[in-house]
């Protein structure tokens, strides 16, 4: 799908969603990234090959734990 110099990382990268954005729509929660990534606002994702990437982001300060 990349067109572009130097090519977005492919989509079963770990750095995926550093890809460029090629349809933004924030009023729907996702975007589609250059390398055929669907990229939810939940921080989910949707493969080109169907997979899921469940929502990943970060706990709130209130919800970590530290070490006594």
């Known amino acids: ?3 572009h110099q130097p090519t977005c990382p492919p989509a079963e ?3 995926r969603e550093s890809a460029r954005l090629v349809a ?3 009023e729907q929660g996702w975007s589609l990234l250059c ?3 669907l990229l939810f606002e939940d921080t989910g994702e ?4 169907g997979r899921v990437i469940a929502p990943h982001r ?3 300060t209130s919800q970590v734990m530290t070490a006594a």
């Open 58 to 60: 970060p706990l709130a």
């Open 46 to 49: 949707l493969l080109p090959d």
């Open 24 to 26: 933004h729509h924030p």
């Open 13 to 15: 990268s770990a750095d």
């Open 1 to 3: 799908m990349c067109q």
């Open 35 to 37: 390398n055929g990534v």
